[in-house]
């Protein structure tokens, strides 16, 4: 619903309940939710945006496009060996699912912004977890700032494994917010090797704020539902696709 109404800026509730195959009732119960939580205004017959960047909140992304999230998270963790091995993880969904997978790894470092995924993998004793300072995102649940550009910079990452909201051939990797830019821009400076992961229909859109160009980039793993000839634009580019 949130994306629907991204769409456009503002929707009425009739066109909500076409949609989503549902009554006007039922539509009008979830618009006092979302309106609840700030994320929508409700307005006379519908809804519009709230003048935000349009940012999905992390607790409602897990459930999107769960099963190519899975397959993408599993195909980034393979390509890390089983040996001492510095991986920095951004936040997301899909880099929490990267995470998962790791979780029994033998003999990883995991360096993070992200209290999600800290939270995640703080349980495997064998793993030994790195987090940034920062001011945290309550969006994102991500701490972004000088504090965590300053701990990416003061360590050596072997793989970098970031999360986008949007990855295309002109604009690079991007996010919504500029200072989560910043941070992870200086956590792809500090890797010898980057991965993208992120699912198709993030491929070929823009958000507001360039993590990393696609030059930074080596690796991109996405799903089949990725836009064919953007994905071709990219190996164009010198970037090694991975569709899953």
């Known amino acids: 619903m949130l994306d629907a109404i991204a769409e456009t800026g503002e929707i009425r509730l009739p066109d909500l309940a076409h ?3 549902t009554s006007a009732a039922t539509m009008r119960r979830d618009l006092t939710v979302l309106a609840d939580q700030g994320l929508i205004v409700r307005t006379h017959g519908g809804a519009k945006t709230n003048g935000m960047s349009g940012e999905v909140p992390v607790a409602l992304r897990d459930n999107r496009f769960a099963e190519a999230k899975r397959r993408i998270a599993r195909a980034a963790a393979a390509r890390i060996p089983r040996e001492r091995h510095a991986v920095a993880l951004s936040g997301g969904s899909t ?3 990267v995470a998962r997978e790791l979780a029994t790894h033998a003999d990883l470092t995991i ?3 992200s209290l999600s995924i800290a939270s995640l993998v703080s349980a495997h004793p064998r793993l030994k977890i790195v987090m940034t300072g920062g001011i945290l995102r309550p969006q994102s649940l991500e701490l972004v700032g000088v504090l965590a550009e300053g701990t990416f910079s003061a360590v050596n990452i072997t793989t970098a494994i970031l999360g986008a909201d949007g990855v295309s051939a002109e604009a690079g990797v991007t996010t919504h917010d500029e200072t989560e830019a910043r941070t ?7 890797a010898k090797q980057t991965i993208v992961v992120a699912d198709g229909s993030k491929i070929g859109r823009a958000a ?4 990393a160009p696609i030059e930074a980039i080596d690796v991109l793993i996405t799903d089949e539902s990725a836009d064919a000839a953007e994905l071709d634009r990219l ?3 010198g970037v090694d696709v991975v569709v899953v």
């Not at 821009?185 to 500090?190: D, E, G, L, P």
């Not at 507001?208 to 993590?211: H, S, T």
């Open 95 to 97: 880099t929490a699912g």
């Open 208 to 211: 507001l704020a360039q993590m």
């Open 235 to 237: 190996r164009g580019l």
């Open 111 to 113: 360096v993070t912004n």
């Open 184 to 190: 992870n821009h200086a956590m792809v400076a500090r």
């Open 19 to 21: 949609r989503f195959s």
